[in-house]
């Protein structure tokens, strides 16, 4: 079946440093569809970016990732992060013509001044 | 339009119990998912429903949770009986039938198993 990894379960960082994090997949669907998940402190995961474009950078509220299938990956960046992006990040993927998301083990963020 | 509503958003049970979560979807999405979320085991998938048809459900979690769609409309995700290793928070979420398309979560609810 699908899989996602994020190698890095927490992350520690200063604001104004950037930030990235891992997420690459397996999955036997040629055009699958990648996710970004941000989950704040007691609330809902909500969609921070996706993609099923191979190689085209994709953006929102600062944030940008690129879908690259030769690596299978599909890291999250921001070239400076703040105190509010500490959360909890979920990358997630959906293939073929089912909607069922399979996500990752989550990266817990924690930005500090 | 209204997001996913859950209800309760907090529910204590007594282990052996029987509790029953309820979940109103967005209007007009046909896949629904129902996830469980701890910290050490992050979102599982306990059931994924097409146009009201069952499509998964996740195996770990089919000997005491069953989840139903009786109309498009409306949800529940039956406990039974209940474990202390049940306690978790419950996530329903709903979306277009098409893959691309964004997931929409519930508030949750936080269920404490004593």
């Known amino acids: 079946g699908d899989s996602v990894t994020q190698t890095e379960g927490l992350v520690t960082l200063t604001e104004g440093l950037p930030v990235m994090l891992n997420c690459t997949y397996q999955t036997i669907y040629s055009n699958p569809f990648l996710f970004w998940y941000v989950q704040h402190l007691n609330e809902s995961p909500r969609l921070l970016l996706k993609s099923f474009t191979d190689n085209k950078r994709t953006e929102h509220q600062g944030f940008h990732a690129t879908l690259h299938k030769s690596s299978s990956s599909f890291h999250l960046q921001k070239s400076s992060a703040q105190l509010s992006d500490s959360a909890l990040y979920y990358c997630a993927l959906t293939g073929g013509l089912s909607g069922k998301l399979t996500f990752g083990e989550g990266t817990q963020v924690t930005v500090i001044s | 339009d209204a997001g996913v509503t859950q209800t309760p958003r907090h529910e204590v049970a007594e282990k052996g119990q029987t509790i029953i979560l309820k979940c109103e979807p967005v209007s007009g999405h046909n896949d629904l998912f129902w996830y469980r979320q701890t910290k050490i085991q992050g979102l599982e998938l306990l059931s994924y429903?097409?146009?009201?048809?069952?499509?998964?459900d996740g195996g770990a979690f089919k000997d005491r949770f069953k989840a139903e769609m009786l109309n498009s409309s409306f949800s529940t995700l039956k406990i039974q009986p209940t474990e202390p290793k049940d306690s978790a928070v419950y996530l329903c979420a709903s979306s277009l039938d098409r893959g691309n398309t964004e997931v929409f979560f519930g508030k949750g609810t936080r269920l404490t198993v004593v």
């Open positions: 429903f097409r146009s009201k048809s069952l499509m998964e």
